[in-house]
């Protein structure tokens, strides 16, 4: 049996609709929220549900759950390692955080928990996911109606570019590992997955200039990149009333962009997939055009 955890998040979700329309796999959903009919109660910080929540699971699809402080995701993902050691898991696919983001805040709690993960007695496959296209399209949209308007779209993004993946095809590479796990398994073997890390990057770079002529093409009004300060971005976000810890990551996530490390120079993604990722530029004006739609 395949479990995932995390379905009522947008990853898990797709991951878990993916499965689901496989012939042949029994894939089992699991959440916070969990009552144990349509789903498996499975919380990261209530050690209790991992032990009875995966009890059976061959296969764990791991969705990392990181948004809290680093102590408490560490907490969190070694609850999962040692239930799961426990419970006579056979393969777990961790979602974690791709190589280019080694220097982001967040890149410690993923490369502990693929420590962790690589010292239990199960088989693993690492998925090093990039940042989401549909992060970029957020950014985007919470800007475009003062850039349409003023012609100008101000992030700090420096003059880098990030690698984005629409997570859609994170999803799909993800399904397409977890099934093929299931089924080297159900044969009696191993996984051909086990031991494998897979940088899944994103193959288009964007920067700010970019969203810019996003806005552009969507409103009609021609709109210009201007670099703000990180200082400048640290007080807006500290003013909306984000946790301090999302201040804190998301600086981190646009001082990597802004230094350029965020650009990828290769990526296992088109391995996975059965076609092209889908466009970055495509999924960014779809956002902006549903958005003017609404509006
Ligand atoms: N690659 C990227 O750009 C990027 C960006 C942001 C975050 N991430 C990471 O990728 C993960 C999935 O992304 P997403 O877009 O699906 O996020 P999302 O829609 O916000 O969902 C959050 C996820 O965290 C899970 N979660 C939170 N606390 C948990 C706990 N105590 N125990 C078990 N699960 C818990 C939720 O599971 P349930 O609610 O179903 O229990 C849900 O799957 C995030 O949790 C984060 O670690 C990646």
Redo the contacts with the bound molecule.
Sequence with gaps: MILV??????????VLAGLSAIDGLEVVP?????DGEAARR?????PATLATGFQGADVLVF??????EDDV?LA?HGA?VEAASAAGVRHVIY?S??GSGDLMS?ALP?RWTEARLAAAPFDVTVLR????A??LAGFAAMAAEQAAATGVFTASLGTGRVS??A?QD?ADAAVRVAAETWRDLSAGGRSRHAGKTYDLEGVTALGGQDLADAITGVSGHKVEYRPASLADTREALTGIGLEPYQVTHTLSLLSNIGAGVLEAHGTDLTALLPGEPRSVHDLITETLLSLKHSA
């Design positions: 955890t995390g379905v009522s998040g947008a990853l898990g979700g797709l699991g959440t916070r929220s969990g499975i919380d990261f910080d209530d969705v990392s759950a990181g948004y809290a995701v969190r999962v979602t955080l791709a967040i993923h996911n990039g940042l989401y549909e992060l984005a993946v997570r994170l």
